[in-house]
């Protein structure tokens, strides 16, 4: 299995442009959630999915949006790039069942200049 | 606002000693608290979890203390080792009715000397 994969593992955007962060599970896991890391705030919660076509805001969720389509694919959308999001970006999934553990991606180095 | 608070931002131990590290949350709807262990390079993974009706979980040298009253929970690696070195994150779900909200705290990045 697979589990958890990320795509890009890095990226250079300039200020403006327009990026898809992917991330696809293939454990049939109904939750799933983007985080961005930054040094000394730890995991922040961008958005995050109860299952396909249900999404909801996290705690940093300006500046980005997400889509649920299916439920392997939960991708990231950064429309104009800042510095601010400047960060490294994982990917989750989580099974239904109460208490499943959450797995993370590799995660995706963002830079913009 | 920080939802789950998390101390200290670092921490050296040397090997054999015992590290703690604490974390305090403010939604009394969380019902379960895992710690996530990551290295460099690496996502994190889960390391140790607990739920509210517990107040104590040990796995190995692994241990998680927790104190519903205090909303605050702790990780004790006992007979730290260089292996150990890594960042600790303290994390806690709001799992009941479907919501699955999972929120981490800042991180501790632990140091083991040999």
């Known amino acids: 299995n697979a589990g958890v994969t990320q795509t890009p593992k890095f990226r250079i955007l300039k200020i403006g442009q327009s990026m898809t962060l992917q991330c696809a599970q293939d454990?049939?896991?109904?939750?799933m959630y983007w985080y961005r890391q930054d040094p000394g705030m730890g995991l922040k919660l961008i958005y995050y999915?109860?299952?396909?076509?249900?999404?909801d805001k996290g705690e940093v969720p300006n500046g980005y949006n997400v889509s649920r389509s299916t439920t392997e694919d939960f991708p990231l959308r950064l429309e104009l790039a800042a510095p601010s999001q400047t960060s490294v970006y994982f990917c989750?999934?989580?099974?239904?069942?109460?208490?499943?553990?959450?797995?993370f991606g590799q995660g995706t180095r963002l830079t913009v200049v | 606002q920080q939802q789950v608070k998390q101390s200290p931002q670092s921490l050296i131990v040397q090997k054999g000693g015992i590290s703690i590290i604490n974390c305090a949350y403010e939604?009394?709807?969380?019902?379960?608290f895992p710690w996530y262990q990551q290295f460099p390079g690496k996502g994190p993974a889960l390391l140790i979890a607990i739920r509210p009706d517990v107040s104590e979980k040990k796995e190995g040298r692994f241990t998680i203390s927790f104190n519903k009253s205090a909303k605050q929970f702790s990780l004790h690696i006992m007979d730290s080792q260089p292996g150990d070195s890594a960042t600790y994150f303290c994390a806690a779900l709001h799992g009941s009715g479907n919501t699955g909200k999972l929120i981490f705290g800042q991180g501790t990045t632990l140091q083991v000397k040999p």
């Open positions: 999915s109860v299952g396909a076509g249900i999404t």
């Open positions: 454990m049939n896991h109904n939750y």
């Open positions: 989750a999934s989580r099974g239904g069942r109460e208490g499943a553990e959450a797995f």
């Open positions: 939604n009394t709807a969380f019902d379960y």
